[in-house]
């Protein structure tokens, strides 16, 4: 199975700040890389497919790149709203899709 | 509106057996696949199942595979996920999920969660 390895497992940073959350796939995945955010009690929520496309209503401001098997989430203008669980997946070899294990933003 | 919303959790016995419905709304539904995930108590989110647009192509964790199964009622817009043999291991919020336009699932339900415990 691919593993995908997400890092920091934590991290936070202030208002209006640059943040860059990593993952990094255990063998070659393409762009079959997906980002989602997750807020406590609620379910998923996809911001980045295809390692760079965003998906529909998601503001400019989260950005996804690729160089290899090398996933970056950029997240510019943080607000406070963006505190949550940040999750990447891969869906290129599948079955089974993966996912990487979390990083927990804290925006304060 | 696009929308799934799960049924069916609540608290299974060891052993015993679970059933869990996801009815869809607002999109094509006999048009897309679907996908269940799930998610333990203070944990990240795991894959479950994978069901193709008729149900006749469908895929499973390797760990799961042989207790859990996936169905669909394309009539009934609805997608169902049965477990057999449950641990508790299995307890989770388990979530049902499409992706409409998007390569990746954008269309979530909330969730129903399964506690497996005596």
């Known amino acids: 199975d691919t593993v995908m390895t997400q890092s920091p497992a934590t991290l936070s940073a202030s208002p209006g700040e640059r943040v860059t959350l990593s993952c990094r796939a255990s063998?070659?995945?393409?762009?079959?890389v997906a980002w989602y955010v997750q807020k406590f009690g609620q379910s998923p929520k996809l911001l980045i497919y295809?390692?760079?496309a965003r998906a529909p209503g998601v503001p400019a401001r989260f950005r996804g790149s690729v160089s290899g098997t090398d996933f970056t989430l950029t997240i510019t203008s943080l607000q406070s709203e963006d505190s949550a669980i940040y999750y990447c997946?891969?869906?290129?070899?599948?079955?089974?899709?993966?996912f990487g294990q979390g990083t927990r933003l804290d925006v304060k | 509106q696009e929308q799934l919303v799960e049924s069916g959790g609540g608290m299974v016995q060891p052993g015993g057996s679970f059933r869990l419905s996801c009815v869809g709304s607002?999109?094509?539904?006999?048009?897309?696949?679907f996908h269940w995930f799930r998610q333990p108590p203070g944990k990240g989110l795991e894959w479950v199942a994978f069901?193709?647009?008729?149900?006749?192509?469908?895929s499973y964790a390797d760990s799961l595979r042989g207790r859990f199964v996936v169905s669909r009622d394309n009539d009934k817009k609805t997608v169902f996920l049965e477990a057999s043999g449950v641990r508790p291991d299995d307890s989770a919020v388990y979530y049902c999920?499409?992706?409409?336009?998007?390569?990746?699932?954008?269309?979530w339900g909330p969730g129903t969660t399964i506690a497996v415990s005596s």
């Open positions: 997946q891969q869906y290129n070899n599948w079955p089974p899709i993966t």
């Open positions: 063998e070659s995945v393409g762009t079959g």
């Open positions: 295809g390692a760079s």
């Open positions: 607002g999109f094509h539904f006999s048009g897309n696949t």
């Open positions: 069901l193709w647009y008729d149900g006749t192509m469908n």
């Open positions: 999920a499409t992706n409409i336009i998007t390569q990746a699932c954008n269309l």
